[in-house]
Structures are given as structure tokens and as C-alpha cells.
């Protein structure tokens, strides 16, 4: 499960994206909470949060994330997570958009590494939890755990 600043929009898209793999067409409408709809807004910025609502009505509900269409047809994210074949388009280009630089987990990575601690070590981002390493705090509570090797 993704758990950077730009989580929502991530789960979004794997959302949308299993939708596309489970019934090879896009959904119309995705369900959401209230709470992940303000959180899209502020992380896509106003311009791309009009491109997506363009393509898909964001209907405010008390599901963590369905995406939906006329016919009927559902897929839940938190019952089905993400899915596990790659669709043939991605939800990100279907949507043409994503979210901005400074809530991009891979941008907030990339980041926080020059300014890891000195003293005969580089940082590296790891899995693991290694003897030496750090925990970084971002904004939104977004943790990475930092491996120090030795120079």
C-alpha cells in the first residue's frame, strides 16, 4: 500500500487502472471520501484536478474508493487492491495528469537524501532496517527509512 504524500492519487489511479483490467473499459465515476477528494484537490492542483473530473465524477460516499460506470460494473480498491496485471493503457496517461512535484513520494525521496546526515556517511533508501539508519519525516507524516554505509 503506498503511504507518500501522494498516496490518494496513487490509489486512484491503481483504482481506475483495475477497472480497466477487470472490464477493459473506464469507469464514469469513482466513490470516495470526502476527505480523499480535498486531499486529490490539494495534491494535483487546481489545473489537473479539472482534467480529472473532466473524465470521471468524483462522487463523495462513505467507500474507501470504487470506480463505477453506467452499466453497473464495480471495482473496489479496498476490497481488491491493485490489480494484478498491468491495463493496457495506465490510469495516469488515460487521465494526463499527476500529482505536483513537491507531493510526488519519488520527488520527496530524491529530496530528502542531500540533506541526510554527514559524517563519513551517504544515505540510501532501503527496505531493510539496518543497524544505523534514520527515519526522515515528511510532510503529511510520510516516513522513509534511510540506510548510512560507510564512505
Known amino acids: 500500500m503506498p503511504n507518500g504524500a501522494d498516496k490518494n492519487f496513487?490509489?486512484?489511479?491503481?483504482?481506475?487502472?483495475g477497472f480497466r483490467v477487470l472490464y477493459h473499459a473506464w469507469p464514469?465515476?469513482?466513490r470516495l471520501r470526502e476527505g480523499v477528494i480535498k486531499n486529490l484537490r490539494h495534491?494535483?492542483?487546481?489545473?489537473?484536478?479539472?482534467k480529472v473530473k473532466a473524465k470521471?465524477?468524483?462522487?463523495?460516499?462513505?467507500?474507501?474508493?470504487?470506480?463505477?460506470?453506467e452499466a453497473g460494473h464495480a471495482y473496489d480498491y479496498e476490497q481488491l487492491?491493485?490489480?494484478?496485471?498491468q491495463p493496457d493503457i495506465h490510469a495516469r496517461d488515460w487521465l494526463g495528469v499527476d500529482a505536483l512535484d513537491e507531493f510526488r513520494y519519488d520527488h520527496a525521496m530524491e529530496a530528502a537524501l542531500p540533506r541526510a546526515p554527514v559524517g563519513g556517511y551517504q544515505a540510501r533508501v532501503c527496505a531493510s532496517s539496518p543497524a544505523k539508519t534514520l527515519t526522515t519525516v515528511y510532510p503529511y507524516s510520510m516516513r522513509a527509512r534511510i540506510r548510512l554505509q560507510p564512505l
Not at 490509489?11 to 487502472?17: F, K, M, P, V
Not at 470521471?56 to 460506470?69: S, T
Not at 487492491?81 to 496485471?85: K, L, N, R
Open 10 to 17: 496513487v490509489r486512484l489511479c491503481g483504482t481506475i487502472d
Open 43 to 50: 495534491i494535483l492542483g487546481p489545473e489537473a484536478f479539472a
Open 28 to 30: 464514469t465515476a469513482v
Open 56 to 69: 470521471l465524477r468524483l462522487v463523495p460516499d462513505e467507500a474507501f474508493m470504487v470506480a463505477v460506470d
Open 81 to 85: 487492491g491493485f490489480p494484478e496485471q
